[in-house]
């Protein structure tokens, strides 16, 4: 089955998220933040752009005993879906939030910024369909993740995907 670009797109998302390797971790209060989304999320959202629909996701939270908290997921986008994995953590020793991973063969390094109990982690990335950028928000009782991918011929498709706590 051929996908759509907007769900080979929406695949792009998560992987900006996920580890590759965790340095030494945080105290208390930064793994409790953490901690706080463990348990299961629901998001829903639209796809704008020349495939333009809904999205459905799922998203599992749970903590490890470095601090660093795991996650996998779902989304489903038209007649596909996509699943992803990953994990985010605190390095104490840079004083940042963080995320690495690899996506379609290249590194990424994603720094996560907090702003009272919000830490948003935010990426750029050239892909094989276009140049892409994505943010993924934990924001209180809220998680935010959206994207935006321009195209080679000048198409954008993006999406905004709120999730809450279920």
Known sequence: ??????????????AFFAPLALPALAGPSENALLAKYAGNWRGTGEVT??????????????????GAVSYSGRCSFGAGGYSFRGAMAYDDAKKRFFSQSSVQG??????????????TFASSLDTEYGAATSS??????????????VDKKGRATASAISFSKQ
């Open 1 to 14: 089955m051929r996908l759509p670009l907007s769900l080979k797109v929406l695949a792009l998302v998560p």
């Open 136 to 149: 993924f928000s934990l924001a209180g009782n809220a998680i935010k993740m959206s994207f935006k991918v």
């Open 49 to 66: 752009g020349p495939n333009a629909g809904s999205v459905v996701c799922r998203l599992s939270f749970k903590p490890a005993d470095s």
């Open 106 to 119: 290249k590194q990424v390094a994603t720094t996560g910024k907090k702003s009272g109990n919000t830490i």
